[in-house]
Every structure is written in structure tokens, then in C-alpha cells.
């Protein structure tokens, strides 16, 4: 059996990989039944649906034509990593707003289509989502403005 397409049967492994890794962590909790769920239930369940949905993915990688996969550019890989990151250490200090903004601007350098009006734009819809989300809906404490604007 020879792989043809394989961008799909990574990802695929991938799924399958994580989704059995999902079921076999959460064995050590109580599954409990569908009208009444345990700790375990949730993940054991995700765990599956991750597997068969990697198994669906990966079996069509051995058939039709021979797929060439393209060079991986390190640059996005980056531009994502760093943005990630800038997130994570601009939340306490510099709150939501700036580092949500500061996560969109710097990953979407990633992109060979870079736009600043799309970019833009996207911040503050991700903004005000992120917003309605996390403080509103989840009431999350998330600083929302810098902290030396609330002091």
C-alpha cells in the first residue's frame, strides 16, 4: 500500500493519534452513562469522533493520484509561533485589546496576502468577539485595558 496524498494521511494520524491519546487519558475518570455523564464521558466521546474523523481523512491518502506537497515555508510557521507567544505575555500587562490586536497584526504578516484594512478589520471583529466570549459570556477576569490605564 503506497501513500498518495501524504499532507492527508499525516493529518490524519494526527487526528487519530490525539483522539486515542484523548480516550486513554480520560479513562482514569468516570464515564457514566449519556443521561448521566461522568468526567470521563465528554473527552472518551471527542476522543472517538477525533479518531474515526482521523481514519476518514487518512484513507483516502492511499488512493487516486500522487499528491507532490509543497515546500513548508518556516516564515508562517514563525510569524504564528511568535504571535502566539506575544499573546501570552502581552495579556497580564497589556490586557485584551492589545494583545488580541498584537496576535492579529502578527500573524497575519504570515500571510503572502497580507492586507492592512482586512487585518484591521478583523482585529476589532475578533476583538469584540473575544469580548462577548470571555468577559461577558464566560466572565473570565481577562484584564480588558492595559493595567497602567486602571490604576
Known amino acids: 500500500m503506497q501513500i498518495k496524498n501524504h499532507r492527508d494521511f499525516w493529518a490524519g494520524l494526527l487526528f487519530i493519534v490525539t483522539g486515542v491519546l484523548f480516550m486513554v487519558l480520560s479513562r482514569q475518570y468516570q464515564l457514566g452513562t449519556a443521561a448521566k455523564m461522568g468526567p470521563g464521558y465528554f473527552p472518551t466521546i471527542l476522543g472517538g469522533l477525533m ?6 481523512v487518512m484513507l483516502p491518502s492511499f488512493k487516486g493520484p500522487k499528491v507532490e506537497v ?20 502581552a495579556l497580564p500587562k497589556l490586557g485584551m485589546i492589545v494583545a488580541v490586536f498584537l496576535l492579529i497584526l502578527i500573524s497575519s504578516l504570515a500571510s503572502h496576502e497580507f492586507n492592512l484594512k482586512t487585518t484591521l478589520i ?3 471583529v475578533l ?10 459570556g464566560l466572565e473570565l477576569q481577562f484584564p480588558f485595558l492595559p493595567t497602567f490605564l486602571t490604576q
Not at 476583538?127 to 461577558?136: G, I, T, Y
Open 127 to 136: 476583538l469584540a468577539f473575544s469580548w462577548l466570549v470571555f468577559v461577558k
Open 122 to 124: 478583523s482585529a476589532v
Open 70 to 89: 509543497s515546500k513548508i515555508d518556516i516564515r508562517m510557521i514563525l510569524f504564528v509561533l511568535v504571535a502566539v507567544a506575544v499573546f501570552a505575555l
Open 51 to 56: 479518531a474515526l474523523l482521523g481514519l476518514l
